[in-house]
Nanobody, 125 residues
Framework: QVQLVESGGGLVQAGGSLRVSCAASGRTFSRYAMGWFRQAPGKEREFVAGISRGGGRTDYADSVKGRFTISRDNAKNTVDLQMNSLKPEDTADYYC??????????????????WGQGTQVTVSS
């Protein structure tokens, strides 16, 4: 089992950058494929980015490709999401999620076993 805690959310102007982080407890972090999802008010939770257990494979939603970068540090038990060129439509609660023994980064919420509580990101126009 892993516990996930997000941090780094906040308010930023459109065009700006923000980095959100997820810290995982436990000694088996490297056994989890990790993902970032987001949920805006009144909308369903959607996939943002995913990374494989070793970090060699990543996947992104079309809406964030070229702007967001997911990375992980298995020695520090962290997974980060660097968000550049932010847009108002990126405003949402951002959640990290873990998929135990996931082979590839999943793109649907159902593929993930553990979730953090989320961190809020607000992009003003």
């Amino acid at each position: 089992q892993v516990q996930l805690v997000e941090s780094g959310g906040g308010l930023v102007q459109a065009g700006g950058s923000l980095r959100v982080s997820c810290a995982a407890s436990g000694r088996t972090f490297s056994r989890y494929a990790m993902g970032w999802f987001r949920q805006a008010p009144g909308k369903e939770r959607e996939f943002v980015a995913g990374i494989s257990r070793g970090g060699g494979r990543t996947d992104y939603a079309d809406s964030v490709k070229g702007r967001f970068t997911i990375s992980r540090d298995n020695a520090k038990n962290t997974v980060d999401l660097q968000m550049n060129s932010l847009k108002p439509e990126d405003t949402a609660d951002y959640y990290c999620a873990g998929d135990y023994l996931g082979v590839v980064p999943g793109t649907t919420a159902e593929q993930y076993d553990y979730w953090g509580q989320g961190t809020q990101v607000t992009v003003s126009s």
